[in-house]
Structures are given as structure tokens and as C-alpha cells.
């Protein structure tokens, strides 16, 4: 009796099945009522945890700062010539996953921000808050008066939305991790309803809990309020992005018409077109000596670094790919990652293949915690400025040249 119930239960729940499926195949968005899989009904209580739950999910809003990068074939490699004849960063054609990156590189705001987050949560254990802290004497210099960088250039209004720098490889990393908590805790909010305030997607946050209150506990990845992690992007993703090769691309065909030198059209630094005709594109050293021009007709206008969205963007709408900063990724540094490459996202976590201990450790800087930046500074001539090139230094080392920019995942697509 129970078995022929049973069944009964079946074919109904599979006629409800078919019914409910007639309109459509089921989504991520949209289910339906009953699994394609076995014709049992989904649960949407709370309290009932006789079936499987399945959450409400509608499409989440794209990360605070994030521009959408659409992935696809691109040749990565380095077009300019060797000048260091280090042979390390050959020409080979990968697919490269659709991806988001910041529009532009971590500012001096963001990093005050997240210090000021650390030193309230941290109040106990201030080394968490001193840790953080970026390298300031990156600016000082023996023979170069660039002491008032050193007091001002984090800290003073004026400088807010200049890239941060003097921040390490690790210190980048560990910012990731923070404001990969701080999204998801708001958004997090707003899925419970806020408090009627504005957040970053559109609420205000609802106040921190006071002390000894209990703390609700954290979404799942499950419940679809969860964003992926910030991160330093790959190499490959950086140059992909760097390159933004779809402005070469005018028809269905797939084909590019050529390839970029720069992140912008054309082998040339000044721009080619309109009423900034003959304006430098990026923010770099144009010479011995020359960082900005002569006064009064000054062209890159930057004698150190420069607002986060000064310069034309390139066709993915990210700023400053070129000049500015340097920009750690998340790859180790090894001189035969070209040879030793995966063809689909690419990415070098470890010396695999390439081991650290085949190189002489009295005349060679390789190690597991060497990593890579890329994309040239103000204090750099035209050549690093090419998506291709390459550069590499200690995680723990910090500059007045290196900043860095988020990335993040783009889940539940293949594309």
C-alpha cells in the first residue's frame, strides 16, 4: 500500500513536472517547483528540511568597481623587442575566461578605508592595523627631495583618488580578502531587508551588531547573496584585459585586424585622433630627466603618479592599463612560463616544471615568492608599457611604482 502511494506520488509529481517545464527548460533563475532529476518537490520554507531547498536567486549586481571583461583567444607574449634579452615571455595563443577588474587601480581612499576597518576591528591587536600600513619612505630618495610624499602623499585630502603604493604583494592580497568580507556582509544586509538606509548596491548598511550581541550567521554560497572573492588577476587576465583587443574586431568573423602594442590603437604614445591629438596617452618617463614636460605646456601632466581615471580608457572601460603604476598579479615569476603553459587561463602558482632549485640561488632572485607586475609607471620609459612585458620582484618588496587592482570570477557563466 505505502509502495503504490509511493508511486502515485511519483507520477503525479512527474505530470506536475512536465506541466510546469512546457513554458520553458528550468534556469538557475527559475527552477521550477519539482527536480528535473527525480520528480520530488523542491522545499522554499525555511523550516522545512524534508526536501531539498532550493534558495530564491535572481542575477547578482556586478561588484562595487567592477567593469565586465567578455574573455576569448588572444596571443599573450610580449610584440616589442627583447631589450633585456630575458626571452621569458614568447608569443603563444590561450583562451582567456570571461572575468571583471576593477576600472581602475586602488586609491588612496580605498586603502584609508580599509585601514580605518582594521584599526576598529582590530583595537585589541594593533599589529593587525600596523601590518597594513603602507611602506611611505618608498618615496624618500638620498639624493631626490621627495620627502613631502612621504608625510602627505597617503593621507592628504588631495590625494585621495591617486593610486595607493608602497603596498606589497602580500599587503594587496590581504586588502582582497577584506573587501571580498565587507561586499558580502552588505550585501548580506540588504537580503534581509536593510534598515532603510543606502548601501553599496542601493541601501544603506544595517548598524554593526553591539558587543555581546550574537551575530547572524554568514549566507552560504548556496544562498546566492555571496559574490566571489576579490583578487589579484593572473598575468593572463591582465594582459588580456590590458590588450582589449575587441576594438580590433569589426566584424562576425573572428578575425582582428592587428594587434596592439599598446592598450590603445596604433604603435604610437600620443593620441592619433580628435582635439587631444598629440596628448600622451598614459602617465611614463618620456625621457632622461623628463616626467611631464615643460611648464606651461606640460603634457602627461604627471611629474609622480596621477588621478585613478585621468587618460582616455580603453575599449574595455578600464583606466590606466598603461602608466601611473605598475600592478601586481597573482603569478610566480618564472622565465619558461611560456613554454610551461596551459592553454585555457593560464596561471603559474608554483614552480612546477620550473623549479626554483634548478637556478643558482648565489646568482639568481627565482623563488616561490617572486611575483610578477606589469604595465609600466611614471617613472618608467614607453617600453613597459606594452601589455607583453614583464617585470618581476620579492612579494614582501614595496615601491613608489607598484600598486595593483582587484578582479573577480565570473560565476555561474561558461562564457
Known sequence: MKFIKYLSSVVVGGLMLAACNRGGQPSSTNPGDYSTATGIAYSYDDEDSSYYRVNDFAELPQGPGLVFIEGGRTTLGSMEEDIALTRDNIERTVTVASFYMDEAEVANIHWLEYLHSLKRDSAHDLSIYTAALPDTQVWSR?????????????????????????????????????????????????AEGGNGGRGLFGRRSAPEPVEGEEAKPKPSIESGYVLP?????????WEYAAQAMIGTQYSEDENQNNRRLYPWDGHQVRNPYGKEMGQFMANFKRGRGDYAGIA??????????????SYPPNDFGLYNMAG????????????????????????????????????????????????????????????????????????????????????????????
Open 324 to 415: 601611473n603604476v605598475n600592478e601586481w598579479v597573482q603569478d610566480v615569476y618564472r622565465p619558461l612560463s611560456f613554454q610551461d603553459v596551459e592553454d585555457m587561463n593560464p596561471f603559474r602558482r608554483d614552480g612546477a616544471k620550473d623549479d626554483s632549485t634548478f637556478y643558482d640561488p648565489q646568482h639568481s632572485l627565482l623563488s616561490d615568492e617572486v611575483r610578477i607586475y606589469k604595465g609600466g609607471s611614471w617613472k618608467d620609459v614607453a617600453y613597459w608599457l606594452s601589455p607583453g612585458t614583464r617585470r618581476f620582484t620579492h612579494q614582501d618588496s614595496a615601491s613608489a611604482t607598484i600598486g595593483f587592482r582587484c578582479a573577480m570570477i565570473n560565476a555561474g557563466s561558461s562564457r
Open 296 to 309: 606651461g605646456s606640460l603634457n602627461d601632466g604627471a611629474m609622480i603618479t596621477d588621478y585613478i581615471y
Open 142 to 190: 638620498q639624493l631626490s627631495f621627495n620627502d613631502p610624499f612621504v608625510t602627505y602623499y597617503l593621507r592628504y585630502p588631495g590625494f585621495r583618488f591617486w593610486p595607493v603604493v608602497g603596498v606589497d604583494w602580500l599587503q594587496a592580497n590581504d586588502f582582497c580578502i577584506w573587501r571580498t568580507a565587507k561586499v558580502n556582509e552588505n550585501l548580506a544586509m540588504q
Open 229 to 237: 572573492n576579490y583578487r589579484l588577476p593572473t598575468e593572463a587576465e
